[in-house]
Every structure is written in structure tokens, then in C-alpha cells.
T-cell receptor, first 115, second 112 residues
Framework: AQSVTQLGSHVSVSEGALVLLRCNYS??????LFWYVQYPNQGLQLLLK??????LVKGINGFEAEFKKSETSFHLTKPSAHMSDAAEYFC?????????????FGKGTTLSVSS | EPEVTQTPSHQVTQMGQEVILRCVPI?????FYWYRQILGQKVEFLVS????????KSEIFDDQFSVERPDGSNFTLKIRSTKLEDSAMYFC??????????FGPGTRLTVT
């Protein structure tokens, strides 16, 4: 069965600093991987997805993630944090990549950005 | 931009009561989902629905839960007899033919 581990329930960075949110997955088949962001009182918004094409995936708001099969990782990065990036971030995996398939989520990482 | 909507945003109910959570998926989507997030825990899959029937469900989705698409726009989750442990944020999502699921803002259910 698939699973997702997000290391660090809370990450704090200064504005302008590098953002690194860690995600490791466990899957018996090539996975489809996703990062979602949740702003306060809002739903989950898809940031980016990996679907077995390019290993470096670019998403919205300047975020990107790199799929590393050897490390079973899909860490999320952003070169320069902005105050508006403060939110909760969820990594998710699907082993089918088909419509109707459940997403398995990690516990989430809360990103705080200070000025 | 099309979005998934959910009502109500917050529902308070007494233990043992039935609740219905409502969702309006994106209009041209065909697959619908319910997830829940208990406070402080991860988002958990409950059920997916396609062509008027359940396509996948988790072990959480027991006999006290049911889903329905009563008309062409709404998608509902019913909990027949709520328990304290049903208190959670419930998210509805929808997708088209691809795997990208679009989530609503959630309904916070509080069972007292």
C-alpha cells in the first residue's frame, strides 16, 4: 500500500529564504505524486504534479519539485519565500494516476514566513 | 475559474443525528470524491463516485455513510447516526477524465 511521509510538521523561514518541504513516498508501482496547498479557510489547491514525465516539475507560484526514484522523494522547493506562501502544504500519492483513484496524503507541513 | 463549492461551511449536530453535507462539483467533471481531515491528522480518503455508483471506498466508509448524486449538480455525503469521532473537516473533490482532483473549501462538522 502507498504511503506518504512529510518530514517536519512545521517549517519556518524568513522572507526571501529558500523553502524546502520534504516528502517521501512508498509505492509498489511508479507513483503519481502531487503537492497541494491549503490557505486558511480555503480548500486544497493543486500546486504541481509528477506523472512520470520530467523529473523536475514546475508548479504555480514559483514552486517546483524533483522526483528522485532512488531516494523515493518528491521534495518541494521555492528559491525565495514570500509572505503569501504561508500556508499548509500536503504531499499526496496515487498509484494509478487514473480518474476515480484515491489520493493518499501526508500529514501536512505548515510553512511560516517571517519578515 | 470553475470551482467546487460546499455547504454548509460549518455544521454542528448532536450525537446520533443524521447530517447531509452538500457539494457542487465542477460542472463538466465526472468523478466525485469525499475526504475528511480530523483535527491534527492527515487528509483521509472516504469514497469516490462515478456513473452513479461508488467506484472506490476506504475502510472508514462504513454503513453509516452514504453518497448520492440526487440531481445533475449536487453530490452529497450522508452520515446516518453521527458519533463524536465523526467531527472533522469534510472535503469534496471532483475530477475530469484525468487524475487532477479539485477540492472544495470543506465543511467543518462538529458533533456534540
Amino acid at each position: 500500500a502507498q504511503s506518504v511521509t512529510q518530514l517536519g510538521s512545521h517549517v519556518s523561514v524568513s522572507e526571501g529564504a529558500l523553502v524546502l518541504l520534504r516528502c517521501n513516498y512508498s509505492s509498489s508501482v511508479p507513483p503519481y505524486l502531487f503537492w497541494y496547498v491549503q490557505y486558511p479557510n480555503q480548500g486544497l489547491q493543486l500546486l504541481l504534479k509528477y506523472t512520470s514525465a520530467a523529473t523536475l516539475v514546475k508548479g504555480i507560484n514559483g514552486f517546483e519539485a524533483e522526483f528522485k526514484k532512488s531516494e523515493t522523494s518528491f521534495h518541494l522547493t521555492k528559491p525565495s519565500a514570500h509572505m503569501s506562501d504561508a500556508a499548509e502544504y500536503f504531499c499526496a500519492v496515487s498509484d494509478m494516476g487514473q480518474a476515480g483513484t484515491a489520493l493518499i496524503f501526508g500529514k501536512g507541513t505548515t510553512l511560516s514566513v517571517s519578515s | 475559474e470553475p470551482e467546487v463549492t460546499q455547504t454548509p461551511s460549518h455544521q454542528v449536530t448532536q450525537m446520533g443525528q443524521e447530517v447531509i453535507l452538500r457539494c457542487v462539483p465542477i460542472s463538466n467533471h465526472l468523478y466525485f470524491y469525499w475526504y475528511r481531515q480530523i483535527l491534527g491528522q492527515k487528509v483521509e480518503f472516504l469514497v469516490s463516485f462515478y456513473n452513479n455508483e461508488i467506484s472506490e471506498k476506504s475502510e472508514i466508509f462504513d454503513d453509516q455513510f452514504s453518497v448520492e448524486r440526487p440531481d445533475g449538480s449536487n453530490f452529497t455525503l450522508k452520515i446516518r447516526s453521527t458519533k463524536l469521532e465523526d467531527s472533522a473537516m469534510y472535503f469534496c473533490a471532483s475530477s475530469g477524465q484525468n487524475y487532477e482532483q479539485y477540492f472544495g473549501p470543506g465543511t467543518r462538522l462538529t458533533v456534540t
